[in-house]
């Protein structure tokens, strides 16, 4: 079985391989999630603030490259 600081890079390898508009989306979907699971634990109504979020993060992460390799 694979121990947690091989999975974590597994999974980073596997982020850092994605097309740039891939990893913006990604992100975009990693961070709604993640406000709406907050909002389903706080027991509050986050829905627009999720959606805007995420799009807000795609859109920079797409915009500044942050995936990209320094040469």
């Not at 079985?1 to 597994?10: D, F, I, T, W």
């Not at 979020?53 to 390799?69: I, P, R, S």
């Amino acid at each position: 079985m694979a121990g947690p600081r091989q999975l974590y890079r597994r999974a980073d390898d596997w982020a850092r391989g994605l097309s740039r508009l891939r990893y913006a989306l990604f992100t975009g979907v990693i961070v709604t999630v993640s406000v709406l699971a907050v909002g389903v634990v706080l027991d509050t109504s986050t829905t627009v603030y999720a959606v805007t979020m995420g799009v807000t993060m795609a859109v920079l992460y797409y915009a500044f490259d942050v995936n990209a390799e320094d040469d």
